[in-house]
């Protein structure tokens, strides 16, 4: 790599800054923001500097490995692929194709050659036994997205940039950086949100960083924010402040809604939410009055008993209001890779339970079943079990709950194979890890995330170091196991042309289905000539792929949305390049006339599993508020992400930020003192944790940060290890499901605190106000 600055996108959380990376002799020596990103505008959060610790991490795989009676061995690579591939295709030649399991982490989301190679892996692996990150986190908000406009990813993405009144809950943009919100620089925004005259309101059971910058800030009792926002629905229809604005006349079913909400007024809800009759009839005004507004839900929202209702609501009352479709409300993105007319082109806009799992019978998404059923279904016999078991680029012990008994299913399996760089608490389980080059080493470009962008904008990102002969990028390390499983299939040996598409997608890899993608989409150079854009291996590719598959009927994209032609054109992978701190493609642009996908063209106000499972929420209105108890909630640090980032030195280092939050209320009621070790139990799941005690929690409320307990035996993560922590969910239940959706209740599961011991609390607790709200990072020469 030759010296100098090179610019890329920083994917380390979903903010997609830009960040300017200076390497000299080979080495990194400063990481700073890109003042040309049109997207982040300079501003780089504290994760951007892992990215040299990852990069240089001697702790991270470069070959891969094979676990032995002494200790993990390092082997080649084709004895690897050659090991994996026979262990799979005997375990479903003996038990079926049902009998491997697959979970997909976090991570393959930012990763657009994982995203691409995934599709002929998880077809060559043929079990209906998958699963992802997707259960424990946004998957409300793609059912809601399915339900109620037709396509599973077809997300309402606030318009910040324009909004007079941003309504926050649930969320926790200033450590998050926005979640189905890609919004670098909050901090900025939120000033400049102000400077015109606006204001930001907050709702959580935490006064969190966000909360802390809010002109209005209510605490809400964990699990009752779909009471809430029943209630300012019924608020809008009682006080005749229904007035759906652009959206009007797509929108069906608006007596449903309004029935559905006549028992939860502000009156009957207050008690059980925790908030005034008075603030919520209040909220639901200023929504309906301030014409540039956005209600914004994520995480707090989604992850509890009601997620489904929740999210559901917070689309509706931003419908109702007229903010949907609206500059300054909520709006739909148009990425360069449009990856929303692509699915709908092909009759691939999502499905929802067109199965259910073998064990609990949850409701598949997409064709994953719920993450919190993964134990059930390797521990319980019977046909269709998971006896061997594939993670790419996932920690499903420390992210899934009930941890322990994921522990104890994963060590029974008779085969299990890691795609990841690091023997974390899952991949030590594996019998072979695949270790794929590091960020660094191979090129980006984010499909995802600027789907999700608060401005349309696209980038790419050359492999910043070579990797070196023997690595292995993620896309080869997938295509190579499913084309040697598809080969052990069918005998070991393909047809020719089968044979040859094959190679030709190992020979072109996923950058040149980009170019594709972008020369045919919006904004792209040329939609009339597909095969001819890149060299003929490239149609050997798409006739590889299923005949109902989008790619085979790129050329017709433009003709799907006609808003396309009013767009800039000249897009391309050599445009990109010519530009790496990215091509800015406008502002947020009304787009819903063409971007509704339901049968009928119509907004569902009321889909028929909501309004069935409002009946649930109705019978637990009247349930009394226990005295006493004590609510868990997660929470997130602007210096961490998920459990994969706490092996950074730079990140961890400071103040201990896995601590239980408690309110100085419960902390007297419970004999606990600042810095004292809690045992936090439920049912026979327990941790130890240190007390912090701040007014910042709700009474009754207790919060542990997710991603930790990097105590397990058998893991080679130095620096994660000295700052272990304990995993939220090992406390957590697995049986805590939204009936709904199927997704995992994280927050509201109820626990007992008590005190075990005193002690002083350590001087590293200490810290500056700098270093717990840095907006800038650069990373000091070692």
Known sequence: MQHGTHYRTCHLCEAMCGVAIEVKAGKIVSIRGDDNDPLSRGHICPKAVALKDLHEDPERLRKPVRKTPTGWQEIEWDEAFATVAEKLHSTRSAHGRNSIGVYLGNPNAHNHSSLIATMPFLRAIGSQNRFSATSNDQLPHMLASLEMFG???????????????????????????????????????????RQRGGKMIVVDPRRTETAQLAEEFHFIRPGTDAFLLMAMVNTLF?????????????????????????????????????????????????????????????MGTSTQTFGSIATWLAYCLNILTGKLDSVGGVMFTQPAIDLIALGAMSGQRGHFGKRHSRV???????????????????????????????TVAGNPVLSSPNGRRLDEALSGLDFMVSVDYYINETTR?????????????????????????????????EALFDAGPDSRHDWQILLELAHRLEKLRKGNKLPLRSELSWQAFKRVGPDSLVDLLLRTGPYGADTSRVRGILEPATGLILDFLPKHHPLKGLAKLSSLNPQWKALPKGLSLKRLKENPSGVDLGALRPALANRLFTRDGKINLAPRRYLKDVERLHQQLSAPVSPGELLLVG????????SWMHNSRRLVKGKDRCTLLVNPDDASRLGLQAGCDAEIRAENRCILLPVEITSDMMPGVVSIPHGWGHDRDGTQQTTASAHAGASINDVLSDQHIDPVAGTSVLNGQPVTVKVLHSKQPSTSARTTQGEQHASMATVEPD
């Not at 606030?158 to 309504?167: A, S």
């Open 151 to 193: 396509h599973q990813v077809l997300f309402p993405i606030p318009d910040i940039d324009n909004t007079e009144l941003f309504i926050c809950i649930g969320g926790n943009p200033m450590a998050s950086n926005g979640s189905l919100m890609t919004v670098p620089d909050f901090r900025g925004r939120l000033k400049a949100l």
């Open 429 to 461: 389980h594996a019998d072979i890890i695949l270790p794929p080059t590091a960020a660094l080493e191979r090129s980006h470009y984010d499909i995802v995330f600027n789907m999700l962008a608060v401005r349309n904008v696209s980038k790419y990102s």
């Open 238 to 298: 009682s006080d005749g402040l229904v007035h759906p604005g652009p959206a009007e006349q797509f929108i069906k079913d608006l007596d449903l809604l309004r029935l559905a909400a006549l028992p939860f007024t502000p009156e009957a809800v207050a008690e059980t939410t925790g908030i005034a009759a008075a603030s919520i009839r209040d909220l639901a005004h200023q929504l309906a009055n301030t014409p540039k507004a956005a209600l914004y839900t994520r």
């Open 635 to 642: 929470r997130r640090h602007v210096r961490s992400n998920n």
């Open 360 to 390: 609990k019978g949850l409701p598949e998404f997409a064709g994953e079943y719920p993450a919190s059923t993964m134990a059930d279904e390797i521990l319980t016999p019977g046909e269709g079990q998971i006896r061997a078991f594939v």
